[in-house]
């Protein structure tokens, strides 16, 4: 049967859309897996990345390990705990139950939780915009040693009541994942469904994601990885939160591709309508509602990043360009800034050029001329520098110890958290990180 003229112009454009996708991803594919392939060998990463433009995937890879015991790789279906990028899930439902006339913006906490602080002038969108003045539980000089218990719903309500108000609502911002737990909390209550019932039908099965739901112990023979910190010794095991904690504010297991899927929902407005979406990006004080503003360069992007044990991640959509990004990572060893700047660099065609990651050596000697415990007036923390087998490590008061890359004989490295130490002469130590440059003296 012979074509119309109008259906064979519409399958020249879809070939001419497909012929110009590939050379796209032609021409940014090679150095974007070169980037990843550098870092999964110098160990300064571990876990998946997913871009996605126009609704279509363009770009996925996984780099390093699912689980290093077992020896089982990463591959772009492994499975992450996202950290706080739930907050995007949580605020999304919070919006669904204001459209559905459920739920208030100015309902005070004291209709959901009388008991806590301060309640009867807390709204709904204080706690979406972080400025309710709630302790948050993970601010708790024990919480890395409880964290891995479970913990009820009543303990932790507890746990927050047991605390007074940091601030008045609205007088600042200031991020407390109390906030997003109470939220969780809150949406359950107001549907008789718990947390996990209402992201499956609400989130998961509207944007069609087959691996995102709320998590529980790992477990690798499902898809699901271990998290992993860098040490002297190299990759070492994370312990595990107990998910009963996070809640709301952290719970949430996904993978990048179903993250940019989810990113790519929202804000097509399958998720929530146009005016919430254009509310819930709108920042008030410092933060959006759920969300934040990340920009790149002068394109407007808004999302949110995620840290839990070892795993980091990071959603961000740039509406404008129809594009979203996702990384996680089980293992981090390099500031996932840098990672997100290479990506986006080489991906929207801009200069950019591959990190460096040489190593120079450095005799056993002169790492050890370098220990002792350095201080400075200006600076509220002791350093100790010591050799801890053929690595140079530095430890400031309170804080694990982290080892040192050299760079050279002088100036060394600790990439995770973008610091840079020299020895500019006998019994001085500089260390630099962000903004800080301190000068500090051996006592």
């Known amino acids: 049967m012979r074509r119309s003229a109008p259906a064979l112009l519409c399958l020249m454009a879809v070939l001419a859309f497909a012929t110009y996708t590939q050379a796209q991803q032609n021409s940014f594919k090679p150095k974007l897996d070169s980037l990843l392939n550098l870092l999964g060998e110098n160990d300064k990463f571990m876990g998946s990345v997913a871009i996605m433009e126009n609704g279509i995937l363009t770009y996925s890879k996984a780099t390093g390990y699912a689980d290093l015991e077992s020896k089982t790789l990463a591959t772009s279906s492994t499975i992450y705990r996202v950290g706080s990028v739930s907050k995007m899930f949580t605020s999304a439902m919070i919006y669904q139950l ?122 690798i023979g499902k898809g699901e990885s271990n998290s992993y910190i860098w040490s002297a010794e190299g990759w070492k095991k994370e312990n595990e939160t107990n998910m009963s904690i996070p809640h709301g504010a952290g719970a949430v297991v996904s993978t990048t591709e179903d993250l940019v899927k989810f990113g790519n929902a929202l804000f097509n407005n399958e998720i929530i309508s146009k005016s919430s979406l254009e509310n819930m990006i709108k920042t008030e004080g410092t933060y959006g509602k759920g969300i934040f503003p990340m920009p790149f360069y002068e394109l407007k992007g808004f999302g949110h990043t995620g840290g839990i044990d070892g795993f980091r991640s990071v959603l961000i959509c740039f509406p404008d360009k129809k594009l979203c990004l996702a990384v996680t990572s089980n293992g981090l060893n390099y500031g996932q800034n840098d990672i997100l700047i290479g990506l986006l660099s080489i991906y929207l065609g801009r200069e950019y050029d591959l990190p460096d990651f040489s190593v120079a050596t450095v005799s056993i000697d002169i790492l050890k001329s370098y220990e002792g415990i350095y201080s400075s007036e200006s600076f509220p923390l002791k350093l100790t520098v010591k050799v801890d087998g053929n690595t140079l490590t530095a430890q400031a008061t309170g804080q694990s110890a982290f080892p040192l890359e050299p760079v050279s004989e002088t100036e060394f490295r600790f990439d995770a958290a973008g610091i840079r130490i020299t020895f500019p002469e006998t019994g001085k130590l500089n260390i630099k990180q962000g903004g800080m440059d301190i000068l500090m003296n051996r006592e």
């Open 98 to 219: 204001a459209e559905e006339k459920k739920i208030s913006f100015d309902a005070k906490l004291s209709s959901f939780f009388p008991d806590l602080p301060n309640a009867e002038n807390i709204t709904v969108l204080d706690m979406l915009l972080h400025r309710s003045g709630l302790w948050s539980v993970t601010d708790d000089s024990l919480y890395l040693e409880w964290c891995v218990n479970y913990k009820s719903r009543q303990e932790i309500v507890s746990m927050i009541s047991s605390h007074p108000v940091l601030f008045q609502p609205g007088e600042k911002s200031e991020y407390s994942n109390s906030n997003y737990i109470l939220l969780g909390f809150i949406l359950e209550d107001i549907t008789g469904k718990d947390y996990a019932a209402n992201l499956n039908e609400r989130i998961a099965k509207k944007a069609r994601l087959e691996s995102t739901y709320y998590g529980g112990e790992i477990k």
